[in-house]
């Protein structure tokens, strides 16, 4: 549950922008930005004036988003007729996060709040979440420990010969058991995400997905995560999954081995660690995000593995990071183009990867908070490749 | 794997409706339209003339989407400065399905399109996508088997004292095992749905879903589906899930009982059923959606079941049955306000439940194709209660 305290202060982290912006009042209708704020993920909006008290509408169940949020005014969703008499009528120049909100929204409160205008504040408010409390990064802490604890289980049910969707569906399930909330929620317009991937040669794929590993998929439709091949002996196999408790996402991914391995990809292996510990090292509040990426593909290019690191060739991700939270892709991003400093208590997700076309997928991936000392680990789970008996 | 023919006849149905409303091509970027077009879930759009052959622009992954789709013409996403060179310049009155296409995607392709102008033109998607083809039904029949097969064995793990958790995670191991795709596609926006339900007394909550029952879940970030609450006695078990096989989504409600239950609650699951023969028999084309929903709540009004008919009373559901295929929430629905004609070869599925405050949930829920002689059951699995042993 969302104290009333932790409300108020991301309220007013959020004001203090809107007002830097010159922006009057932000009406928020994605669930999970009025779930940030609000703390209760209803079907609901949330208006929140630059200066002043937020207000949230609710379309359903009012009762229980009375139950969840420390709003003070919470309200049923107004009549078209009565709905803009609901606002101070001053605050005209409003902000909407225009990333996530389809166009259809955006013409309904335009009609229903004449003389107004709309600009889009999808980037204050992502920057706003990308900065963790101590309750979040207790929260954060307690997924990284749940998903650990589960990925520790593999060896006790990872054979030759079962589906790579068979793994799935055993991660999955302890998942499940362990309290995971089901549903990965991600920002990005085109991107869908279910579970994870529990991947091997399938991997080695290229995929819609924006990161380095999309998977095979069981279909056209679904063309992400495992698939009906069988895993094999003597080949990397890549399980990347997020865990998702009280909403708060981490993410993680472990290599396995059943029999022995292509001493080229133990190689690439060792270097996607390396890059990890340098990447780990230098997340520092203003190391600047772009320039952790450069590094990190240097790195790649040195070893001679450039043309495969973080994707298929060709098909590349120009990434080696993505902050994680409420959802799986928040800000920041150790990306190209990304010329922005870090912030003390972000949290990213740090994976490189590499993609070898006809040997597999290899890599790691740790869930990481961006403090003075570099970044710290948010679970303790050995990074080493786990080799099975064949 | 959809086939050149069939992809043909689906953009020859969209191609008749665009004409119809002046629109010269539409511009699909939502990833399951291009799908149901193009036979890809690459991240790619797809421009399709009311008059002329479709062109589908790849961003990613460009091989993956020519080894799937049927289109003929597939290129690479054009960069900023040729993008508007690609398309035919005497088009310039274009449709975008504005119910799901974010802001940001709809500016940036108003201006990398200068001198066009866009309407909506989600209601005319969705309209094609709702009449299903003989290939389609098949995929649905498919769908609905795997999904009755699953719910068949829930006698075998279904125990009083298990979480709502743990009899959830059953069935998701199970249907993943057999195939299932895992991620269940929603149109609407604000609308979250991981699987399904499993609830028992939980469920007779109120909850942000547009449908009868929610769930408690697992906390205010995920207030939906099944919660830690132990599975009693004497109480009816609601199971509600999605199957989703080769992209195609099925929906099925199942009871299940462990002990006896409550005369009033029997009572209850027997105007569902009755309800549910009354719509099949009534599932013709022709037959408007409004007056099914309207003569089902009058047959709950008559029962005496009216203020618990389809949800929490105050926050009940206006609506009795909705279209399944590549979305959860396709259309028709069968709706207050929905006056319109069911279409043959429509699959709907038909959900009448009742939430009683104190008692539980209870209800069934078929997925039917209209036809001339009404609806067709797209399984055969029985509909009554199932008592288990307490």
Not at 118 to 136: A, G, L, Q
Not at 188 to 216: C, H, I, M, R, W
């Amino acid at each position: 549950m969302l104290t009333k305290t932790e409300s108020q202060q991301r309220v007013t982290r959020l004001q203090g922008m809107l007002q830097n912006k010159g922006v009057q009042a932000a009406l928020l209708i994605l669930p999970i930005d009025v779930y940030y704020f609000a703390g209760t993920r209803q079907n609901a909006v949330l208006w929140i004036p630059a200066d002043g008290l937020p207000m949230l509408l609710v379309r359903k169940s009012l009762s229980r988003a009375k139950e969840e949020s420390p709003i003070e005014d919470i309200r049923p969703f107004p009549s078209s007729k009565e709905f803009a008499s609901v606002f101070n009528e001053d605050q005209i120049a409003l902000g909407m996060t225009f990333d996530a909100v389809p166009v259809q929204q955006h013409s309904f409160y335009t009609r229903a709040l004449p003389g107004r205008s709309f600009v889009d504040i999808s980037m204050i408010v992502r920057e706003v979440m990308s900065v963790k409390s101590p309750f979040e990064l207790e929260q954060l802490r307690y997924s990284a420990g749940k998903l650990a604890s589960v990925f520790a289980e593999v060896p006790q049910f990872l054979k030759a010969g079962m589906r790579e969707l068979d793994v799935s569906a055993e991660m999955e399930y302890r998942l499940r058991k362990a309290g995971h909330e089901g549903y990965v929620r991600m920002r990005a317009f085109n991107q869908e995400l279910f579970f994870g991937l529990a991947v091997s040669t399938g991997g080695a794929n290229g995929g819609f997905f924006d990161g380095p590993v999309t998977g095979k998929g069981l279909s056209s439709a679904s063309p992400h995560g495992a698939s009906n091949d069988e895993i094999p002996v003597n080949k990397p196999i890549l399980l990347d999954y997020a865990g998702v408790f009280n909403g708060y996402i981490t993410d993680m991914t472990r290599m396995f081995v059943i029999g022995t391995l292509d001493p080229e990809l133990q190689r690439a292996f060792d270097v996607a660690i390396d890059i990890q510990e340098m990447v780990r090292q230098a997340m520092k509040p203003d190391a600047i995000c772009e320039e952790l990426f450069l590094a990190a593909a240097s790195m790649a290019e040195q070893a001679g593995l450039g043309s495969c690191f973080m994707g298929m060739p060709g098909e590349q991700a120009k990434f080696v990071g993505h902050g994680v939270g409420l959802e799986l892709d928040q800000l920041p991003v150790l990306a190209k183009g990304f010329a922005v400093p870090l912030l003390a208590n972000q949290v990213i997700a740090v994976e490189p990867k590499f993609v070898i076309p006809g040997k597999g997928v290899i890599g790691i991936e740790n869930t990481f908070v961006v403090t003075d000392e570099g970044g710290v680990r948010l679970s303790d789970l050995p990074d080493g490749i786990v080799f099975l008996e064949a």
